[in-house]
């Protein structure tokens, strides 16, 4: 699988810039932890012979699509688009323990199938502010 | 420590191999996907839309398995278990949701999915939902197989519906995966070299060569080199070396027909050649061949080593598996679908238009008892479908023989025809000379007027028709 590498992040914060400034709806309370390790834990015992680390790269690349992708289809309130992208992350978020990444996702989903609109840029909002504490998060995991 | 031990559990029973195609958008989750499945024997093809899965399937990369994610982009999961339901595409399809998504797995499973899996999972549980659907798929694959032969009584070109028959079938799948020497014995035309090759057809060895040798069709002085080859010069005649059935035979199966006809010093040399693994040619340095051996006799094979023209320890070593062919009188009901079998293929080959037989010549193929078995049934058939036309072969096209027989004493249980069941009427019978004589007149006649080739039909030496037209022409 190759490991791309890319300038997301200040794409990501382009896209934040231009968007959704101002969008007015508070998303709901979201809490807990960025991230948990027990699930990481359990992929590295479950994925031996395979390098943990190359996993998370690929799912690092993978986040910051979908994130870019989402920011991109709130502003145009894209609902079809907000509904795939959320769905695909909230799984794969899950699976490497992003578990505040994948709650928002989960909530975008929700808000995007129930056509409440004026939730999704606020959300996509969370995820944006989320994305990035996750990932240097992930960057600093030593897996015994 | 248990979840290691859960672990070797699983992979010591995963299917040898499998081919898995899958389908799946999210990058993260197909490289944890082929991660978990990584030290399984699977091939694993991976790609991230139905597009691409179509594709691939269409190109003829057919996989065993194929595992799905319900949520693609473009052509969704749902619509591409549709495709492939509609184009009736035999392979297990395992669909890949999340837990919130029940009804739709239910849908899906409607669809056609043999099961599916609800994210989050972990290796284990895919681990074994792949091992189960390939085997459930396996065992699928052979039941269709197994009930097609039924249905057909087919096995490998030998037809078979009666106990006997499916006996010998079950036998040869189960010797076949194995590198046993098999020993056929049945009488002349029983099928011994069909029987032969489903043996080889059955085993691993089936793309490497299948090498016949008739042991008593071979003069004795050139055996030896038949079976061994030779180098050249080694005798008067061999101006060049000539690989023998053994080199011919390295990785498959050598198919020793008529084995008690074999020279005894021959048979010492095969029995070293058994036992050792290597061989001499004529005049060469020693070889070495792996070859799985099948013989076969319609010989009584104990009788032959009482009478010293056998040796015993030859015997032993290739009669580890024995097989016997049941002659085709003691299988009647079989007689009747191989010369259904029979006359569909030879109308085809002869630009005929046989499809099938009238009752009364149905009757007549049943009963009738056929010394010459499988082969004499053939040329019967044969026989038939060359002289005559027509849709249906009715009792006056078959040969003489069977009509007359069952004229013959019908107390006489040793007669070729069991009077009963034809229910053959005394005005039907005709003097044997007239049949006969009938019989070689159409045969001549189909051959546009070729004695040779109608006494190749007939199985006689073309003076023999001669002399007959000569007689009749002096009778007028």
Not at chain 2, 122 to 131: E, H
Request: charged share 25%; glycine share 8%; hydrophobic share 40%.
């Amino acid at each position: 699988m190759p490991i791309q590498r890319d300038n997301s992040d200040d794409r990501l914060a382009a896209a934040d810039q231009s968007g959704l400034e101002g969008s007015g709806t508070r998303a709901p309370e979201i809490d807990g932890e960025i991230f948990n390790l027990e699930v990481l834990r359990t992929l590295a015992r479950d994925t031996e012979g395979v390098p943990l680390q190359q996993m998370i790269d690929v799912f690092i690349t993978e986040l910051r699509d979908r994130t870019r992708r989402l920011i991109e289809a709130a502003t145009t309130m894209d609902v079809e688009t907000i509904c795939r992208e959320s769905h695909a992350l909230q799984s794969s978020a899950a699976t490497f323990g992003a578990i505040r990444a994948a709650k928002i996702a989960r909530m975008l989903n929700q808000a995007g199938r129930q056509n409440e609109q004026c939730l999704l840029p606020a959300l996509v909002e969370e995820l944006r502010s989320c994305a990035e504490p996750t990932i240097v998060a992930l960057r600093g995991v030593e897996i015994a | 420590m248990a979840a290691a031990r859960d672990r070797l559990n699983v992979e010591s029973s995963l299917p040898s191999s499998g081919a898995i195609l899958l389908v799946e958008d999210s990058p993260s989750q197909a490289a944890v996907y082929s991660a978990y499945l990584g030290d399984a024997p699977h091939d694993l093809l991976v790609v991230s839309s139905g597009e691409e899965a179509l594709m691939s399937v269409s190109e003829g990369r057919i996989p065993d398995l194929i595992l799905l994610d319900l949520g693609l982009p473009g052509m969704n999961g749902m619509d591409l278990l549709r495709r492939f339901q509609e184009d009736r595409l035999e392979i297990p399809i395992i669909i890949i949701t999340d837990n919130e998504s029940a009804h739709v797995a239910a849908e899906a499973m409607r669809l056609g999915a043999v099961d599916y899996l609800a994210k989050p999972f972990g290796r284990s549980r895919l681990q074994i939902t792949v091992q189960n659907a390939l085997e459930r798929h396996r065992l699928q694959a052979l039941v269709r197989s197994y009930r097609r032969s039924l249905d057909t009584g087919q096995f490998h070109g030998m037809v078979g519906q009666s106990p006997g028959m499916q006996g010998i079938f079950e036998t040869i799948r189960s010797v076949g995966p194995t590198d046993a020497a098999v020993f056929i014995t049945g009488e002349s035309g029983t099928g011994k070299e069909l029987c032969a090759r489903a043996v080889h057809a059955e085993s691993p060895r089936r793309e490497k060569p299948f090498v016949p040798l008739n042991c008593a069709a071979i003069p004795k002085h050139l055996m030896e080199s038949e079976i061994f080859g030779h180098e050249k010069g080694a005798f008067t005649g061999a101006t060049r070396s000539r690989n023998g059935a053994a080199t011919l035979a390295d990785g498959g199966s050598l198919f020793l027909d008529e084995i008690c006809d074999m020279d005894l010093e021959l048979q010492a040399k095969l029995l070293r050649f058994i036992q050792a693994g290597t061989f001499q040619p004529v005049g060469g340095e020693p070889r070495h061949a792996n070859i799985r051996f099948i013989a076969a006799t319609n010989k009584d094979p104990e009788h032959e080593i009482a009478a010293g023209r056998f040796r015993e320890d030859l015997y032993y070593r290739l009669h580890v598996v024995p097989l016997q062919l049941p002659p085709l009188r003691l299988r009647h009901d079989d007689a009747l679908s191989i010369a259904r079998q029979i006359l569909e293929q030879t109308s085809v080959e002869y630009n005929k238009r046989f499809r099938s037989f009238n009752e009364r010549a149905e009757a007549l193929f049943s009963t009738y008892a056929w010394p010459g078995n499988v082969r004499e049934l053939e040329n019967v058939i044969r026989n038939i479908v060359a002289l005559n036309s027509g849709e249906v072969v009715t009792a006056d096209m078959l040969p003489a023989k069977m009509g007359q027989r069952a004229a013959d004493d019908p107390g006489d249980h040793n007669s070729c025809f069991n009077r009963e069941r034809v229910g053959l009427q005394q005005r039907d019978i005709e003097p044997l000379a007239v049949v006969e004589r009938k019989h070689i007149e159409k045969a001549i006649a189909a051959c546009k007027g070729s004695i040779a080739r109608a006494a190749g039909l007939l199985g006689v030496n073309p003076s023999t028709l001669y002399r007959k037209r000569s007689a009749w022409g002096s009778q007028g």
